[in-house]
């Protein structure tokens, strides 16, 4: 992966505000780095140890409604953290999810194929009452704003 | 137009229960007997300049936990558990922090914790990615690094079982940023964040430290540091105590005490202050050194009310040299003399919302005013083209800093020395930059001195 600090023309890189354990970046650039945004109803989800030795869930959406990429009615992704038998893995830079949580996710393909999430925790926004609560923006303004996004990327 | 950024905790937050300031994650290390605490180990294999050495790494992770340690004054302590090769966080009853080369998105740090039912924590690991970012593990980071120090003691709330918390100057905000390092020591907050898990210490407490904690203490045969011991009590009655410090020798023996110091007397409510200096003899055996300062009970006096430490490092050949001069471990100071009242700690209440940022920042340029240098500082969130210029009152161009340059997401820092696109040095007053993002344009004024 590219260091952002080897940029070079006298550039030094400037103490922003950023999260204590993420760098944020705006939603153009969650869908430029995205295959796949969809938004629906958290129906199932699985744990289980892979191969890294991590818990690894995989959440499946029934999709209401498919900013970008091809999707069919369910969607399922992966992300680190769950629980097997006694044992929960949680990780701080990770979203968790929950069955009967209504959510926009963005996805982009794993080396194995499977769709995850694109960027921790930034990858998901939350729906309540009608609105994203990461964005604050009503539901229909906010998967508009996404789509125009990804019809001119 | 620039969209500030609004931040919203709650998508970072990893609720499990919530009260205005700190969070409580509901798993932890409760479950454990007294004395509760927890090894830490640490793999000082960051690979960035601002690292420095491994002991610069280590000291910047161990005070990390010391903020803890230290300052929250709560039944619960790391202790160090030393250097570790281990660069996993997979479970394996190790509690380890190391740094990662890999690639992690935007990710800056991230905490991996594994509890089982009853929220018993039974490890957690911290990686620090820096693959994609910079640290440092000095004193003073550049605008451009995160602190070690700073992210560490984050983190490591969030391994005694701590989530994010709303009090913006709390440890346990969910925001830094580089160059900050405000973070290092606890808030009020964080404080009572760790008591309520934990409950509180005795009242008496004690902090040693050097006034480079960050620096490696690393000594070639012989040398000298100097050292600050703070005995606390928070009690409403004057107590009597037993002031000690030794040290744990590399072969973990112990030496001392170097100082013993049987009753000194300490008011209520109060911080009583010793300062030293520490040689260290020339024929100092190799290897890795506890300093550790006691404060213990005068009746019982192998019972501590508190232990406080750090490591400092002797390397290469030993040499027969102060040992024999008779100074050997050869400690001088005085103090513990005039006590202080106790300050109150503040805090400033901060409940933010909100997260995604807009395209860009435009932040004000550092130092200003000046002369004749200085860096003008914008956050980019996102890839964009990029121009940024400077402009007199008149609206005249003076120098093209950046000119449509194609640049990732990142903080960025551009210097601008006074000088106009001739190379010529422009003459004190007013000016404005201009960052052009895309299409959105940011302005702002900054004065230059003579």
Same mark, same amino acid.
């Given at each position: +992966?590219? &260091? ?9 890189? !400037?103490? #922003?505000?950023? %999260? ?66 006694? +044992? ?8 968790? %999810? ?27 926004? *939350? ?27 | +137009? ?10 970072? #937050? ?17 479950? &454990? ?37 230290? $300052?929250? &004054? ?5 202790? $160090? ?16 922090? !190391? ?24 490890? #957690?690991?911290?990686? %620090? ?45 969910? $925001?830094?940023?580089? /160059? ?57 009655? /004057? ?68 232990? @406080?430490?750090? +490591? ?40 933010? *919302? ?40 008149? /609206? ?24 106009? @696109? ?11 930059? &201009? ?6 344009? #940011? ?8």
């Amino acid at each position: +992966m590219r &260091k952002i600090f080897t940029f070079t023309f006298a550039l030094l890189l !400037f103490a #922003a505000a950023a %999260f204590a354990a993420i760098y944020p970046v705006s939603d153009k650039w969650m869908v430029n780095h995205s295959e796949v945004i969809v938004a629906g109803e958290v129906v199932s989800i699985t744990s289980d140890y892979e191969a890294d030795g991590l818990i690894w869930s995989y959440a499946t959406i029934q999709v209401d409604q498919v900013v970008m990429g091809l999707a069919s009615d369910q969607v399922t992704f992966k992300y680190q953290g769950g629980t097997v038998g006694d +044992m929960t893995l949680r990780v701080s830079t990770s979203p968790t %999810f929950e069955e009967g949580e209504e959510v926009l996710v963005f996805l982009k393909s794993a080396e194995d194929g499977t769709l995850e999430i694109t960027n921790w925790v930034l990858s998901k926004r *939350t729906l309540v009452d009608g609105r994203f609560i990461e964005v604050d923006k009503p539901y229909h303004e906010y998967i508009d704003e996404l789509t125009e996004i990804a019809n001119t990327r | +137009m620039i969209r500030n950024i609004t931040l919203i905790v709650v998508a970072l #937050a990893l609720l499990t229960s919530y009260s205005f300031g700190y969070e409580l994650l509901g798993y932890d290390w409760t479950y &454990k007997p007294d004395p509760m605490g927890e090894d830490i180990e640490f793999n000082p294999n960051c690979s960035d300049y601002g690292c420095g050495s491994e002991e610069d790494q280590i000291n910047a992770l161990w005070q990390g936990a010391n903020a803890w340690t230290d $300052y929250a &004054k709560a039944e619960f302590e790391f202790t $160090y558990g030393g250097w570790t090769t281990r660069n996993s966080y997979t479970y394996d009853a190790h509690n380890i922090i !190391f740094f990662s080369p890999g690639s992690s998105g935007n990710a800056i740090a991230t905490t991996y914790w594994w509890y089982q039912s009853g929220g018993r924590m039974t490890e #957690a690991d911290i990686v %620090f990615w820096d693959g994609a970012f910079s640290f440092s593990a000095y004193q003073s980071p550049s605008y451009s690094e995160f602190d070690v120090w700073n992210i560490a003691a984050h983190e490591l709330g969030h391994v005694h079982g701590l989530g994010h918390s709303s009090v913006s100057a709390s440890t346990m905000y969910a $925001y830094s940023s580089q /160059g900050e390092t405000s973070k290092r020591t606890l808030h009020s907050d964080d404080v009572n964040g760790a008591q309520a898990l934990y409950g509180e210490q005795d009242p008496f407490s004690v902090i040693i430290h050097t006034d480079d904690d960050s620096y490696a203490r690393v000594f070639s045969g012989s040398g000298s540091f100097d050292f600050t011991v703070l005995a606390y009590n928070n009690d409403s009655y /004057g107590h009597l105590f037993r002031a000690t410090i030794d040290l744990v020798l590399p072969d973990g023996s112990t030496h001392g005490p170097l100082l013993n110091l049987n009753s000194v007397y300490i008011p209520a409510n109060s911080t009583l202050t010793y300062n030293g200096s520490q040689n260290i003899p020339g024929n100092a055996p190799v290897g890795e050194y506890k300093y550790r300062a006691r404060m213990r009970d005068t009746s019982y006096p192998y019972d501590d009310y508190d232990v @406080s430490y750090f +490591m400092f490092w002797v390397e290469g050949k030993a040499v027969a040299g102060l040992e024999e001069a008779g100074e050997g471990w050869a400690l001088t100071g005085s103090g513990f003399e005039s006590a202080e009242p106790l300050a109150g700690e503040g805090g400033q209440a901060h409940t933010s *919302t909100a997260i995604i940022p807009g395209a860009f920042e435009l932040r004000q340029n550092v130092p200003n005013p000046f002369n004749p240098n200085t860096n003008i500082n914008f956050d980019l969130y996102e890839e964009a083209n990029v121009s940024l210029q400077i402009y007199n009152l008149k /609206g005249q161009l003076i120098k093209t800093l950046l000119d449509n340059r194609a640049l990732d997401f990142g903080p960025y820092s551009i210097e601008w020395d006074a000088t106009d @696109s001739d190379g010529n040095s422009v003459s004190a007053g007013i000016y404005l930059y &201009k960052l052009t993002v895309g299409n959105e344009i #940011a302005l702002k004024k900054m004065t230059l001195i003579k």
